[in-house]
């Protein structure tokens, strides 16, 4: 079946008492056994699995060509559950370009626990000079945030199977609708689901998808049960009911970002744009070999400093000035300062989650927070 099938009906589970056809919440957090002691349905207790987190692993899965997925309370639950399953010694090379609260929790959580090498993925050299025989994994996050850099996940993957390394690829920014790092030969794909996969800025959550069901995927599983960072049952329902219309709001991310895009790229007051789909990207070909389409999401530079992206940022009225990304309302961030003391995001970044609003309606926002009179 195709995405947009899958996306509406492998999350779904008709009720067998009731035939409502949209499935219920199962509130319960525990179920009943046979006369023999068994669960005749295979739930026990709602931490180790229940209907509605079943159907949005099962969906996720299906959506990334997967054999199974595991569902976390959020992006970074999702994502600690990877490097908890690794275990204490292994090294891993991440992004130099990455979302910074995953480098955070690796560089602070597991500190002493996993040894971590960023390195500029886009630089297949510098990743193979990094690998250690301790290496297990390389994170890969393509377009990465916010810089939007693009690797070759292929050549990674291929670098990698030479080594008996494993790629996971935070496909966040991307979703399946637009890339399909397993299809690339990925073990590990993982999202935070509260962006586009939920797509209303209303819900937290993370997911990894496994390409095979084998030994590292158990330990995934057993973090995941045991360590019990698990979504609620109303989670799990908000984000398969989002998925649904996942495909069709993907289509419209991508069309509106490529004309912010255009737009930013021919502003006086706009130095640089990072955008994949734009041809002065230098992502821009490998970015057209493994997307089939750009995403809604780009970054900018504001002729000047932190104050005058800010005095942008502020000017905004359609655009909300606030983090995160992947809903369908349009939001806008001075990134530096979101990140904190220490970051090396260019102080006058301005980064944009493009949302389905009418394009004319974005264009004129951007136009008039721009004007030097503002
Ligand atoms: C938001 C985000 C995360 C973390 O997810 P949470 O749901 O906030 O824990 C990880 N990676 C990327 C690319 C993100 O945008």
Redo the contacts with the bound molecule.
């Keep these: 079946m195709k995405i947009e099938t899958i996306a509406i009906h492998a999350g779904n589970l008709i009720d067998q008492h009731t035939k409502a056809v949209i499935q219920p919440i199962t509130l319960s957090t525990t179920f009943e056994r046979a006369h023999d002691g068994g669960y005749p349905d295979g739930y026990m207790y709602s931490r180790m699995d229940n209907p509605n987190r079943r159907s949005l692993e099962n969906v996720t899965a299906k959506l990334e060509g997967g054999a199974d997925a595991c569902a976390f309370s ?6 600690g559950a990877v490097f908890q399953a690794l275990g204490p010694g292994a090294h891993i090379i991440a992004p130099d370009d ?2 910074h ?2 480098r955070t929790q690796i560089l602070q959580v597991f500190k002493g626990v996993i040894e971590v090498d960023f390195v500029d993925l886009s630089d297949i050299k510098a990743v193979e000079r990094h690998l250690r025989p301790e290496t297990r994994l390389i994170w890969v ?1 393509t377009p ?2 916010p810089l939007l850099k693009v690797c070759d996940i292929r050549a990674i993957v291929n670098l990698a199977k030479q080594h008996d390394v494993m790629v996971a690829c ?1 496909n ?2 991307s979703t399946p609708v637009i890339q399909r790092p397993i299809n690339l030969g990925c073990d590990l794909v ?6 586009y996969l939920s797509g209303h800025s209303d819900v ?3 997911v990894i998808i496994s390409a095979n069901k084998d030994q590292f995927w158990e330990k995934v599983r057993s973090v995941q049960v045991l360590a019990g960072a698990v979504p609620s049952p109303f989670d799990c329902y908000m984000t398969v009911r989002g998925i649904k219309t996942l495909p069709y709001r993907m289509r419209g991310h991508n069309e509106n970002a490529m004309q912010v895009a255009k737009f930013l790229e021919s502003d006086p007051l706009v130095e640089k744009v990072y955008y994949p789909g734009l041809t002065s990207h230098p992502g821009h070909e490998q970015a057209k070999k493994q997307m089939s389409l750009f995403g809604g999401m780009l970054s900018f530079l504001v002729k000047g400093g932190a104050e005058e992206a800010i005095r942008v940022v502020n000017s905004l009225k359609v655009f909300s000035q606030a983090t ?3 809903g369908v309302e349009s939001l806008a961030e001075h990134r530096a300062s979101q990140e904190g003391p220490g970051t090396k995001t260019p102080q006058n970044l301005i980064r944009i989650s493009v949302g389905l609003e009418n394009i004319d309606d974005l264009l004129d926002d951007l136009r008039q927070a721009l004007s030097p009179i503002n």
């Excluded at 959020?74 to 994502?79: I, Q, R, W």
């Excluded at 993982?190 to 962006?195: I, P």
């Design positions: 959020s992006g970074n639950a999702a994502a990455m979302y609260g995953l996050e990465s945030n935070d966040t920014f993982m999202h935070s689901t509260t962006k937290l959550g993370g995160s990304l992947g």
